[in-house]
Structure formats: C-alpha cells, structure tokens
C-alpha cells in the first residue's frame, strides 16, 4: 500500500500545479536524505524557473529513511514523500510517475553525482514540447566524469551492447537522471515490464520503437563511493531484460529466408553472442573461488550454451517456424563441446603464461570465445536459420508486439 505524507500546510502537495515533478527514489538512505534533498530544494527554489516539485519515494527502506522523508514532506514547502511497500527503482519511477499531475515528470538519483544546472536543459524542451524523452549522458561529447576505471569500462561496454543487440541510438541507457512528458509517460510504462534497474533501459528502447522524440543532455558526473549498487546482480538483470527484449521480434514479417546471410540476421547473431558472452565471464568470475578455473568455465558455459540455443531457438522460430527440439538438442550439445574445448586450451595457456591471473584468464577466454563464435554461426547458419521452401504469412500483430 502506497503511503503518502502532507506539506507543512497539511496539503497534499503533489495535488498542486507544478510543472515539473521530480522523482528521487531512495533505499535506506536515512543518513544523508535531509541533506540531500535540502540542497536539491535549495538549488531550485534558487536557480529554476518552473515550479516544481521533489518526490521522495522510500522503496521499503529498513532503517528510519521513511521517517526522514516523512519530516522533510511536512517541514519544507515543495517536498512530497511516498512509502511503497517493495523495492525496485523502476517500481518506484513507474508509481510515481503514473500518479503525477505535473507535464514534465523527471528522476534523480539521491546521491546528486548529476550536476543540477543540467536539469535546466533537460527539462525545458519537454515543456515546449520539442521532445518527448530527454536523458542526462556521461558518454555524450561534452560530459564531464569523475569515476573509477572499473566502472567506466563497464558503462561504455553495456552502451556497446545495447547498440548491437537492441539498436540503441542513445549514448548512456543507465544514467540517474531522465525527464519525459507526462503524455509520453503515460504511453511508455504500460509497455515496461521491468520494475528494477533495467527499468531504464527498456523505457528507452521502447520509446526509440515508438519513434518518440528523445534527446541528450551531456552531464558533470562524479561517481559516488558510497553506491549501493551490486554490479554482478545488475549485470545479470540487465542480461535478462536485454534477452527478453531481444528475442520478441516484431509480427507480420514473411518467414521464408533467402540463401544470403541477412544483415539483420547477422546483427540478432552478434547480439546473442555479445550478451551470451558477457554473461558467461560474470559466471565464470562468480564460481571460480568455488569451482576453481576449470570447473566454473564447465558450469558457466553449460548456462551460456542454454542461453544461445534458446535465444536462437525463439529466433529460429521468428525466422523460420520449423526448427525441431530434437535438432536443437544435438546442436546446443556439439556447440557446447566445441565452447568447452576451446575455453578450456585457452585457461591452459593462460595458466601456463601466469598462473592462477584472472585478468590473463578473461582474455584467453574472450579470445576463445570468439574462435567459438565462428564455429557457433557456421552450425546455427546451416541447422536453424536454415532458409524455408515457402513462404508463411504470420497473424497480424498487436499493438504490445509491434513495438518490441
């Protein structure tokens, strides 16, 4: 149940007209909070033009974050509170904004590592109404970073990701800061599945479906030390959403095949492996202080192997419509021999170049993957996207199916 908490007034403050609404949801955050929003509070009450509004949104906080923003909702003008009864960013983004009044709905990040004069350019042309989606990017010509190298690579390789699995046009999927008309809003949420830190992604390359106007905001970012973040459980979210999003191809598309190897085909083939791959080093990094180098690649190529061949076999299905289970069994087990094989002589000579160096063991493992991938394209190019004899007309798509 969604708890809200009354302004100094005794009013409910999101009830009153403002042009911007701006959401900031927080998890156990009780220390920092107050000062937080106050400087948020101060910053607008200052510098911003347009009336607005920040919305705290606790996500079933376990320590005194609820009271906090409790007491900010009913001490400063211009500070509303919710308490939701589970965690999730984009449970908490999609509540609140599907619940606003204000034309302009936007999100923050409590930590503020945004600098708030972006938000100014954010904002403004969603309110005259000269784009639909704006983004803050770390990655756009222009920006300004302050983070660790660590994080750096594992930003710019998602946004790489997303560009070659689901044609992202925008730079940077997963910053903290967003703004969307409340109308587009409105239009996007029903269609976002995800309720946790994939949220963002897929909000965005819905809308690119849509062929909603987005824009980008380069920003001043400094990372903040004290994140909360889980990397490997986000990696894996992330991984899902993108399969998920991956393989629900659009309806109404002729599933006969011409003999050439399609460019679209190639690309979904790329997509697969770069999302299979990633994966499969997260796995092997997670259960090699359990399994040892040899047992966790095993473990962790079995799961990818299980991957490929179900991405590949709903596209097979998109494809071609009569790929049978039987044949697809023998495959994943020849291409799972085939990984296994060439993995494990790369962690050999890993092993014999520096023993036991992870860093040395990714790459050779990277590097025998894409020797695999070789191998991987050449038996799914003959066995699954083998072309049809006729052509079949699919049914007429749904609204929900012709944007994914």
């Known amino acids: 149940m969604t708890t809200l908490a009354p302004d100094p007034t005794g009013v409910q403050p999101r009830l009153a007209p403002v042009d911007v609404e701006i959401v900031v949801p927080v998890y156990n955050e009780a220390v920092q909070l107050a000062e937080r929003i106050r400087e948020l509070r101060g910053y607008l009450d200052a510098s911003f033009p347009f009336r607005s509004l920040v919305t705290i949104v606790d996500n079933a906080s376990t320590d005194d974050t609820w009271p906090v923003a409790r007491a900010l909702a009913g001490s400063v003008q211009g500070v509303a509170a919710l308490h939701l009864p589970r965690k999730g960013r984009g449970y908490a983004l999609r509540t609140a904004w599907s619940t606003s009044r204000a034309p302009v709905v936007a999100y923050m990040d409590v930590d503020l590592s945004t600098s708030l004069p972006a938000l100014l350019p954010l904002v403004a042309p969603l309110l005259s ?23 750096e690579l594992i930003s710019r390789a998602y ?42 992604t897929e909000l965005l390359v819905t809308a690119q479906r849509l062929g909603l106007r987005i824009g980008e905001v380069p920003v001043d970012w400094v990372d903040d030390p004290d994140s909360r973040v889980d990397i490997v459980t986000t990696a894996a979210g992330d991984l899902r959403g993108i399969w998920r999003m991956l393989v629900h191809r659009p309806g109404g598309v002729p599933r006969g095949r011409s003999k050439e190897v399609a460019a679209d085909e190639l690309l979904r083939f790329a997509g697969v492996g770069a999302v299979s791959t990633l994966g499969y080093l997260l796995l092997y990094m997670a259960w090699r202080p359990l399994a040892g180098p040899f047992g966790a690649n095993a473990a962790a190529m079995a799961i990818a192997t299980l991957f490929n061949t179900a991405a590949h076999r709903e596209l097979s299905c998109w494809v071609d419509g009569r790929a049978r289970r039987s044949r697809l069994f023998a495959v994943a087990g020849a291409l799972y021999a085939v990984s296994l094989v060439l993995t494990t002589l790369g962690l050999l000579l890993a092993e014999w170049i520096a023993p036991s160096a992870l860093l040395v063991q990714l790459v050779a493992l990277t590097v025998a ?26 049914p007429a798509p749904s609204l929900r199916e012709e944007i994914r």
């Open 129 to 151: 109404g000269h784009r639909d989606v704006a983004i803050g990017s770390r990655l756009a010509r222009g920006a300004h970073v302050v983070r660790g190298p660590k994080r």
């Open 369 to 394: 993957n894409l020797a695999a991938a070789g191998a991987r394209f050449g038996v799914l190019r003959a066995w699954i996207f083998r072309p049809s004899t006729r052509i079949e007309t699919a």
């Open 159 to 200: 946004n790489v990701l997303l560009k070659l699995t689901l044609r992202g046009r925008f730079s940077d999927a997963q910053c903290g800061f967003k703004a969307l008309r409340r109308d587009a809003a409105l239009r996007l949420l029903p269609l976002v599945e995800d309720d946790e830190w994939f949220f963002d």
